[in-house]
Protein backbone atom coordinates (compact mmCIF):
# COMPACT_ATOMS: atom_id res chain seq x y z
CA UNK A 1 0.00 0.00 0.00
CA UNK A 2 1.26 3.78 -0.84
CA UNK A 3 2.25 5.77 1.86
CA UNK A 4 -0.38 8.22 1.35
CA UNK A 5 -3.11 5.47 0.80
CA UNK A 6 -2.06 4.24 4.58
CA UNK A 7 -2.12 7.94 5.75
CA UNK A 8 -5.52 8.04 4.29
CA UNK A 9 -7.52 5.01 6.02
CA UNK A 10 -10.05 5.63 8.17
CA UNK A 11 -12.27 3.33 10.30
CA UNK A 12 -14.96 3.72 7.67
CA UNK A 13 -12.50 1.47 5.57
CA UNK A 14 -12.90 -0.99 7.59
CA UNK A 15 -15.79 -3.21 6.23
CA UNK A 16 -17.15 -7.05 7.58
CA UNK A 17 -17.75 -9.53 4.85
CA UNK A 18 -19.58 -12.54 6.49
CA UNK A 19 -17.25 -12.74 9.71
CA UNK A 20 -13.88 -11.40 8.36
CA UNK A 21 -13.36 -8.11 8.22
CA UNK A 22 -11.17 -6.36 5.72
CA UNK A 23 -9.35 -3.09 4.88
CA UNK A 24 -11.45 -1.88 1.50
CA UNK A 25 -10.22 1.63 -0.12
CA UNK A 26 -9.33 2.94 -3.66
CA UNK A 27 -5.81 4.36 -4.33
CA UNK A 28 -6.02 7.94 -3.65
CA UNK A 29 -3.74 8.24 -7.12
CA UNK A 30 -6.32 6.40 -9.15
CA UNK A 31 -9.66 6.78 -6.93
CA UNK A 32 -11.42 9.06 -9.50
CA UNK A 33 -10.81 7.08 -12.26
CA UNK A 34 -13.69 5.72 -14.01
CA UNK A 35 -12.39 2.05 -13.56
CA UNK A 36 -10.99 2.42 -10.30
CA UNK A 37 -11.39 -0.70 -8.24
CA UNK A 38 -11.76 -0.86 -4.69
CA UNK A 39 -9.23 -2.95 -3.06
CA UNK A 40 -9.58 -5.40 0.20
CA UNK A 41 -7.03 -6.26 2.02
CA UNK A 42 -8.42 -8.99 4.82
CA UNK A 43 -7.98 -7.89 8.79
CA UNK A 44 -5.33 -10.74 9.76
CA UNK A 45 -4.35 -11.06 13.68
CA UNK A 46 -0.54 -9.27 13.21
CA UNK A 47 -3.13 -6.17 11.17
CA UNK A 48 -5.41 -6.28 14.05
CA UNK A 49 -2.74 -6.09 16.69
CA UNK A 50 -0.83 -3.20 15.13
CA UNK A 51 -4.08 -1.09 14.66
CA UNK A 52 -4.96 -1.68 18.27
CA UNK A 53 -1.46 -0.74 19.15
CA UNK A 54 -1.73 2.67 17.15
CA UNK A 55 -5.06 3.02 19.23
CA UNK A 56 -3.94 2.69 22.47
CA UNK A 57 -0.54 4.38 22.27
CA UNK A 58 -0.52 7.10 20.09
CA UNK A 59 -2.47 10.53 19.29
CA UNK A 60 -5.03 9.38 16.43
CA UNK A 61 -6.85 12.18 14.97
CA UNK A 62 -10.07 12.37 13.89
CA UNK A 63 -11.17 8.82 12.55
CA UNK A 64 -7.62 7.91 10.96
CA UNK A 65 -6.79 4.78 11.66
CA UNK A 66 -2.59 5.52 11.45
CA UNK A 67 -0.76 8.24 13.30
CA UNK A 68 0.31 9.78 9.73
CA UNK A 69 -2.37 12.54 10.08
CA UNK A 70 -1.84 14.68 13.47
CA UNK A 71 -4.11 17.80 12.60
CA UNK A 72 -7.18 18.72 11.36
CA UNK A 73 -6.57 19.25 7.68
CA UNK A 74 -7.81 19.52 4.63
CA UNK A 75 -7.66 20.09 1.18
CA UNK A 76 -3.61 21.37 -0.16
CA UNK A 77 -3.18 21.66 3.89
CA UNK A 78 -3.81 18.34 4.39
CA UNK A 79 -1.63 17.09 1.20
CA UNK A 80 0.80 19.16 2.33
CA UNK A 81 0.75 17.85 5.75
CA UNK A 82 1.08 14.06 4.33
CA UNK A 83 4.45 15.24 1.92
CA UNK A 84 6.23 16.69 4.93
CA UNK A 85 5.37 13.41 7.19
CA UNK A 86 6.02 10.82 4.07
CA UNK A 87 9.84 13.29 3.65
CA UNK A 88 10.17 13.07 7.65
CA UNK A 89 9.96 9.00 7.51
CA UNK A 90 12.12 8.33 4.79
CA UNK A 91 14.67 10.27 6.31
CA UNK A 92 14.39 8.63 8.86
CA UNK A 93 14.70 5.08 6.96
CA UNK A 94 17.48 6.31 4.42
CA UNK A 95 19.20 6.73 8.23
CA UNK A 96 17.80 3.48 9.92
CA UNK A 97 19.61 1.51 6.75
CA UNK A 98 22.74 3.33 6.99
CA UNK A 99 23.37 2.36 10.49
CA UNK A 100 22.36 -1.09 9.71
CA UNK A 101 24.36 -1.23 6.70
CA UNK A 102 21.73 -2.18 4.22
CA UNK A 103 23.20 -0.72 0.86
CA UNK A 104 19.94 -0.71 -0.36
CA UNK A 105 18.35 2.81 -0.11
CA UNK A 106 15.24 2.19 2.09
CA UNK A 107 12.12 4.08 1.81
CA UNK A 108 8.85 3.81 2.11
CA UNK A 109 8.22 2.39 -1.24
CA UNK A 110 10.52 -0.75 -0.82
CA UNK A 111 7.47 -2.74 0.91
CA UNK A 112 5.63 -2.30 -2.05
CA UNK A 113 8.08 -3.57 -4.70
CA UNK A 114 9.27 -6.21 -2.02
CA UNK A 115 5.71 -7.92 -1.93
CA UNK A 116 5.45 -7.54 -5.47
CA UNK A 117 8.77 -9.16 -6.15
CA UNK A 118 8.19 -11.37 -3.64
CA UNK A 119 4.69 -12.29 -5.26
CA UNK A 120 7.13 -12.58 -8.03
CA UNK A 121 9.51 -14.80 -7.05
CA UNK A 122 6.53 -17.59 -5.73
CA UNK A 123 4.91 -17.58 -9.03
CA UNK A 124 2.06 -15.62 -8.40
CA UNK A 125 0.05 -14.53 -11.71
CA UNK A 126 0.58 -11.17 -12.38
CA UNK A 127 -2.88 -10.24 -12.46
CA UNK A 128 -2.96 -11.11 -8.81
CA UNK A 129 0.00 -9.15 -8.11
CA UNK A 130 -1.29 -5.82 -10.31
CA UNK A 131 -4.77 -6.11 -8.26
CA UNK A 132 -2.67 -6.39 -4.98
CA UNK A 133 -0.52 -3.67 -6.09
CA UNK A 134 -3.87 -1.49 -7.04
CA UNK A 135 -2.99 -0.72 -10.83
CA UNK A 136 -5.66 -0.18 -13.09
CA UNK A 137 -4.04 -2.16 -15.95
CA UNK A 138 -1.34 -5.38 -16.17
CA UNK A 139 0.22 -2.73 -18.38
CA UNK A 140 1.37 -1.12 -15.71
CA UNK A 141 2.68 -3.79 -13.83
CA UNK A 142 4.48 -5.23 -16.53
CA UNK A 143 6.35 -1.69 -16.65
CA UNK A 144 6.45 -2.20 -12.64
CA UNK A 145 8.53 -5.30 -13.28
CA UNK A 146 10.21 -4.81 -16.01
CA UNK A 147 11.89 -1.77 -14.30
CA UNK A 148 13.86 -4.36 -12.56
CA UNK A 149 16.46 -6.46 -13.98
CA UNK A 150 16.54 -9.92 -13.09
CA UNK A 151 20.12 -9.45 -11.04
CA UNK A 152 18.15 -6.67 -9.58
CA UNK A 153 15.32 -8.91 -8.15
CA UNK A 154 17.91 -11.55 -7.05
CA UNK A 155 20.01 -9.24 -5.67
CA UNK A 156 17.32 -8.11 -3.43
CA UNK A 157 15.76 -11.46 -2.58
CA UNK A 158 18.75 -12.17 -1.08
CA UNK A 159 18.92 -9.41 1.44
CA UNK A 160 15.41 -10.16 2.38
Known amino acids: MSFIDEAMLTKNNINTFGAEEHIVYK ?12 IKIPVTPAIKEQLEWFKANTALTGNYLLPVITRDYEGEQLYDHIRSRYKRINDGLKQLGKLLHIRMN ?43 STSVLDRVAKIL
Do not use: C, I, W
Open 106 to 148: LTTYVSRHTMAMTLQGNDVPREFTSQALGHRNLTTTNVYFDSF
Open 27 to 38: RQKTQNAKNAKP
